[in-house]
T-cell receptor, first 115, second 114 residues
Framework: NAGVMQNPRHLVRRRGQEARLRCSPM?????VYWYRQLPEEGLKFMVY????????ESGMPKERFSAEFPKEGPSILRIQQVVRGDSAAYFC?????????????FGDGTRLSIL | QQQVKQSPQSLIVQKGGISIINCAYE??????FPWYQQFPGKGPALLIA???DVSEKKEGRFTISFNKSAKQFSLHIMDSQPGDSATYFC?????????????WGLGTSLAVNP
């Protein structure tokens, strides 16, 4: 049973370009969370999605960032007009449900570098 | 402000020793407290988790102690091994509707000397 798959693992963009980060949840998981990790810091919640719905985007900047989780295909985190401060590791986690006995499983992240 | 405070920031332990990492939280609505282990270049992996109706949970060499009145919980790694060298994060979540977003501590870098 494959785990959470994120791609690309590394992404380099120049300032002003767009970055698209993909996350395929574990089989049977319909809940996806995105987190951002800055160097030497913990993870910060960005957005929580269920299939075709954004449930909580309170941790995501209102400008330039968007997320989706379509009925078919992976969840996408999109960053438009990237700036140096967007350089970070972005992690996706999935879970089958919302109970505390259904923990979040993480992918190995996408490391975004902005030149 | 940091809702989950973790200490120490770094820890060095000799092989066979006990590693202890502490976390404190403010929000009494939190009802789930996991610990994650992260190796360089990898995503966090769930180690062990506890709910506030239990004061202690043990899985192998890993134990969580939970003090509800003090709003603190800690991870104990018994018989620490060099392979345990990693960054450890505590986290917390509350069951607000269907949303189980995790609030994280800043992490503890553990080095176990052989």
């Amino acid at each position: 049973n494959a785990g959470v798959m994120q791609n690309p693992r590394h992404l380099v963009r120049r300032r002003g370009q767009e970055a698209r980060l993909r996350c395929s949840p574990m089989k049977g998981h319909s809940h996806v969370y995105w987190y951002r990790q800055l160097p030497e810091e913990g993870l910060k919640f960005m957005v929580y999605l269920q299939k075709e719905n954004i449930i909580d985007e309170s941790g995501m900047p209102k400008e330039r960032f968007s997320a989706e989780f379509p009925k078919e295909g992976p969840s996408i985190l999109r960053i438009q007009q990237v700036v140096r401060g967007d350089s970070a590791a972005y992690f996706c986690a999935s879970s089958p449900g919302t109970g505390s006995s259904q923990p979040q499983h993480f992918g190995d992240g996408t490391r975004l570098s902005i030149l | 402000q940091q809702q989950v405070k973790q200490s120490p920031q770094s820890l060095i332990v000799q092989k066979g020793g006990i590693s202890i990492i502490n976390c404190a939280y403010e929000n009494t609505a939190f009802d789930y407290f996991p610990w994650y282990q992260q190796f360089p270049g990898k995503g966090p992996a769930l180690l062990i988790a506890i709910r506030p109706d239990v004061s202690e949970k043990k899985e192998g060499r890993f134990t969580i102690s939970f003090n509800k009145s003090a709003k603190q919980f800690s991870l104990h790694i018994m018989d620490s091994q060099p392979g345990d060298s990693a960054t450890y994060f505590c986290a917390a979540s509350k069951g607000a509707g269907n949303n189980r977003k995790l609030i994280w501590g800043l992490g503890t870098s553990l080095a176990v000397n052989p």
